[in-house]
């Protein structure tokens, strides 16, 4: 199955190109596209492969197109980093080769789940549609990146209370707070001065985006905590799910996580993994004349 992003003419292009390479070595099912709502009939199907064409934000919505089925995915990038995507433009044939002779290996990265439990006016609001037979589900989903409580663009700075595991550990004053997977320790975490984890461990990354104190600093939880964000003082804040879903909150709302029950699973050739990645696409442990390290 392919993902692709039908926005741009020369991702539709290659999709063509692809799938004419892949006619006499695969069953291709069909193709999703990125902004359109999945067909369902694809849905139903359980493909050996998904394969994205697009960078890291395709990738992303793939993630969440493909929900908790746990289908294999490899990226091929067309965007400007690729961290994610596990061939390029000028390897994809070798790669995809290589996957479909059985070298490759599947990482099982581990994924938030995240649900938004409004506070007392929103609940007062909700009994109101109840009475009008306007009743509004629960608002959840899954994250492969991170999961963001940020003051809104004109706001001013928020508090956010970090509970685990049902006990207060600390209030956050900034701009926000970020929770974070290893997968999404090289993207906004990485950027905020989070840690790097590597994308095999279970576990979080909690870091304060600006906070207005200097004892704060990015805590690392094990995965199977349970996590709740609950907005405490702030005019305007907004939730942000890997950069791509967004939902306003308000004082007194929390936004609970914990690990998904079911992994997001990354196809990639061995020697072309985490540390890999690293050093070739942000440069991180290169010597003082930027040399590569030799071993791998």
Not at 146 to 153: K, Q
Not at 173 to 184: A, E, H
Not at 259 to 272: D, S, Y
């Given at each position: 199955?392919?993902?692709?992003?039908?926005?741009?003419?020369?991702?539709?292009?290659?999709?063509?190109?692809?799938?004419?390479?892949?006619?006499?070595?695969?069953?291709?099912?069909?193709?999703?596209?990125?902004?359109?709502?999945?067909?369902?009939?694809?849905?139903?199907?359980?493909?050996?492969l998904v394969i994205v064409l697009?960078?890291?934000?395709?990738?992303?919505?793939?993630?969440?197109?493909?929900?908790?089925?746990?289908?294999?995915?490899?990226?091929?990038?067309?965007?400007?980093?690729?961290?994610?995507?596990?061939?390029?433009?000028?390897?994809?044939?070798?790669?995809?080769?290589?996957?479909?002779?059985?070298?490759?290996?599947?990482?099982?990265?581990?994924?938030?789940?995240?649900?938004?439990?409004?506070?007392?006016?929103?609940?007062?609001?909700?009994?109101?549609?109840?009475?009008?037979?306007?009743?509004?589900?629960?608002?959840?989903?899954?994250?492969?990146?991170?999961?963001?409580?940020?003051?809104?663009?004109?706001?001013?700075?928020?508090?956010?209370?970090?509970?685990?595991?049902?006990?207060?550990?600390?209030?956050y004053r900034g701009d926000g707070?970020?929770?974070?997977?290893?997968?999404?320790?090289?993207?906004?975490?990485?950027?905020?001065?989070?840690?790097?984890?590597?994308?095999?461990?279970?576990?979080?990354?909690?870091?304060?985006?600006?906070?207005?104190?200097?004892?704060?600093?990015?805590?690392?939880?094990?995965?199977?905590?349970?996590?709740?964000?609950?907005?405490?003082?702030?005019?305007?804040?907004?939730?942000?799910?890997?950069?791509?879903?967004?939902?306003?909150?308000?004082?007194?709302?929390?936004?609970?996580?914990?690990?998904?029950?079911?992994?997001?699973?990354?196809?990639?050739?061995?020697?072309?993994?985490?540390?890999?990645?690293?050093?070739?696409?942000?440069?991180?442990?290169?010597?003082?004349?930027?040399?590569?390290?030799?071993?791998?």
């Amino acid at each position: 199955m392919l993902y692709a992003d039908g926005r741009k003419a020369h991702v539709r292009a290659f999709s063509s190109e692809i799938t004419a390479w892949l006619a006499p070595r695969a069953r291709v099912l069909g193709t999703l596209w990125l902004q359109q709502e999945p067909d369902p009939a694809l849905l139903r199907t359980r493909p050996e492969l998904v394969i994205v064409l697009g960078g890291d934000g395709s990738i992303l919505g793939a993630a969440r197109a493909i929900g908790e089925r746990g289908w294999p995915t490899l990226g091929i990038n067309f965007g400007r980093l690729g961290f994610l995507a596990g061939a390029d433009r000028e390897n994809w044939r070798d790669v995809l080769t290589r996957v479909f002779a059985g070298e490759a290996e599947v990482q099982r990265r581990t994924r938030i789940a995240w649900t938004i439990e409004r506070g007392k006016d929103a609940a007062a609001a909700n009994s109101r549609r109840k009475r009008t037979r306007q009743v509004a589900g629960p608002i959840q989903g899954l994250a492969l990146n991170e999961v963001l409580i940020a003051r809104s663009s004109r706001g001013r700075l928020i508090v956010v209370q970090l509970e685990l595991d049902a006990r207060s550990i600390s209030d956050y004053r900034g701009d926000g707070l970020l929770v974070s997977t290893p997968t999404g320790s090289t993207a906004y975490s990485l950027a905020a001065g989070g840690p790097l984890l590597d994308p095999t461990l279970e576990a979080f990354s909690v870091t304060p985006i600006c906070p207005h104190q200097l004892t704060q600093r990015p805590l690392v939880v094990p995965a199977h905590l349970r996590i709740a964000l609950r907005l405490i003082e702030g005019e305007q804040a907004t939730l942000s799910v890997d950069g791509q879903g967004f939902h306003p909150l308000r004082v007194g709302d929390a936004v609970h996580l914990h690990a998904a029950a079911q992994p997001f699973c990354w196809v990639a050739l061995p020697g072309r993994g985490f540390y890999h990645r690293l050093r070739t696409t942000i440069g991180w442990g290169l010597g003082a004349r930027g040399a590569q390290p030799s071993s791998s």
